[in-house]
């Protein structure tokens, strides 16, 4: 059993379309990042999230951490093909073991 | 790129065997991270190292081991292998130790497939 759970675990849309992906746990964690991994490559960090109720903004990604800082959530809008890989979420256990959900895998198509 | 480099890139070996994957930070990074990803759990952390000492430990097994040298590169000792350590490894390296608040940036991974 993982401590983050993702959903959904893959989602297929079409260019332009709005989605949010969602990862949950039981655990308080003291921060939350949010990395995309690409095929062959290693995750890039996206964000990371440390106040409870906060909400960052990236160009089209709004990411938001929860009140209890037990789950948080990614809004993409007009989702674009580059857009496409794998999104992983992790939270701080404390400072530094970081536990990774299973991830979202996206797919845009044109 | 992202600065971070591992090798091999692929490794096929066979079961009971010993192997070494190597890894160099970014330059002024002094925090190396080792994780597995595979497909039934995902990315595991394994261990961390700071400035040549080591920091945090994951779900690293004990036929595992890791460590980091005085020039700041890391390596990690896999041992007895078993089929059920076939997986992606990847090194991280970042400034600071704090792993929740510090970026960490990804190595290319190495591949191990144990046969």
């Known amino acids: 059993t993982q401590l983050l759970e993702q959903s959904p675990q893959f989602l297929s849309i079409q260019e332009g379309e709005n989605l949010t992906v969602y990862c949950n746990s039981s655990?308080?964690?003291?921060?939350l990042q949010w990395y995309r991994q690409e095929p062959g490559e290693g995750p890039v960090l996206l964000v990371t999230?440390?106040?409870?109720?906060e909400v960052k903004k990236l160009k089209r990604l709004t990411f938001q951490f929860g009140d209890a800082r037990k789950d948080s959530s990614l809004h993409i809008t007009a989702a674009q093909p580059g857009d496409t890989g794998l999104y992983l979420c992790a939270g701080a256990v404390n400072n530094n073991d970081m536990r990774f959900g299973a991830g979202t895998r996206l797919t845009v198509k044109p | 790129d992202s600065g971070v480099t591992q090798t091999p890139k692929h490794l096929i070996t066979a079961t009971g065997q010993r192997v070494t994957l190597r890894c160099s930070p970014r330059s002024g990074d002094l925090s190396v991270y080792w994780y597995q990803q595979s497909l039934d759990q995902g990315l595991q952390f394994l261990i961390q190292y700071y400035n040549g000492e080591e920091r945090a430990k994951g779900n690293i097994l004990e036929r595992f081991s890791a460590q980091q040298f005085p020039d700041l590169h890391s390596e990690l000792n896999l041992s007895s292998l078993e089929l059920g350590d076939s997986a992606l490894y990847f090194c991280a390296s970042s400034v600071a130790p704090l792993a929740g608040y510090n970026e960490q940036f990804f190595g290319p991974g190495t591949r191990l497939t144990v046969l």
């Open positions: 999230v440390v106040t409870g109720g």
């Open positions: 655990s308080v964690f003291s921060s």
